[in-house]
Nanobody
Framework: QVQLVESGGGSVQAGGSLRLSCAAS????????MSWFRQTPGKEREGVAR????????EYADSVKGRFTISRDNAKNTVYLQMNSLKPEDTAMYYC???????????????????WGQGTQVTVSS
């Protein structure tokens, strides 16, 4: 069955870095664009970044542009999120997600995705 397993979260001070990983299994990973989302209590899940099937195209939320980098290794069935210059407002649970049908017409809308990982917590202190 489809599984997405995130790792790499933790607690860092503002200005620090973390690298999140999402290991995928149970489907043809290279056929799917993949995305990262984040969510804080009481708020809607927010799209952070998306990457094309081969990694040649990426999209980012305005709030993370220039600080976060999404990448993937199709040989390892893994998508990454490198997060630099972290801010306290980046504190959230981070999820990777697989879109229905391989892509999403509006990549940052959670309803476009059918499988989610369990999440990894990122906490940034000031």
């Amino acid at each position: 069955q489809v599984q997405l397993v995130e790792s790499g979260g933790g607690s860092v001070q503002a200005g620090g870095s973390l690298r999140l990983s999402c290991a995928a299994s149970g489907f043809t990973f290279g056929a799917y664009r993949m995305s990262w989302f984040r969510q804080t209590p009481g708020k809607e899940r927010e799209g952070v970044a998306r990457i094309s099937t081969r990694g040649s195209s990426t999209e980012y939320a305005d709030s993370v542009k220039g600080r976060f980098t999404i990448s993937r290794d199709n040989a390892k069935n893994t998508v990454y999120l490198q997060m630099n210059s972290l801010k306290p407002e980046d504190t959230a649970m981070y999820y990777c997600a697989r879109p229905r049908g391989g892509t999403a017409s509006t990549w940052d809308k959670p309803g476009q995705y059918d499988y989610w990982g369990q999440g990894t917590q990122v906490t940034v202190s000031s």
